[in-house]
């Protein structure tokens, strides 16, 4: 079995589960800064093929949006393939380290509040899909 063609197809259905769910994939830099400078409230998702992406994170940012508020803005990076974009993202975390998976909720750019990996793992999916619904709850208009 060829190692690299086996990697590509978790890629593949990571990316293909999170944006299929309706969350805008973020490839560059320049994606990054677009669609995080939009006014309102941005949910980013900073995915990763790790087991607690699959089975925790991707699923409970699939069904926390199917709710009375929600973010403005659904967009996704993807930590260890688009490296730039993923780092760009990261900027706009200030007081947050590193972390994936993990959830950003921003509004007009800024930083507002962040489901890091140790909210997650460990954790359910309806946990965390929990978790999401009381930011938006907290910062997000009804929709």
Do not use: W
């Not at 803005?73 to 994936?100: I, M």
């Amino acid at each position: 079995m060829d190692f690299n063609l086996f990697m590509n197809d978790i890629v593949d259905a990571a990316r293909k589960d999170i944006t299929e769910a309706g969350f805008k994939e973020l490839r560059t830099p320049e994606e990054v800064d677009e669609a995080l400078k939009q006014k309102g409230t941005t949910l980013v998702m900073v995915n990763s093929t790790c087991g607690c992406a699959g089975g925790i994170a991707r699923p409970a940012a699939a069904t926390s949006i199917h709710y009375d508020r929600r973010p403005d803005h659904l967009v996704t990076v993807f930590a260890g393939q688009d490296r730039e974009a993923t780092e760009r993202a990261r900027e706009y975390f200030e007081g947050y380290p590193p972390s994936s998976p993990s959830f950003a909720l921003l509004k007009d750019g800024e930083i507002v509040s962040m489901l890091e990996r140790h909210d997650i793992e460990s954790y359910s999916a309806m946990d965390v899909m929990v978790k999401l619904q009381a930011l938006f709850d907290a910062h997000c208009e009804e929709i």
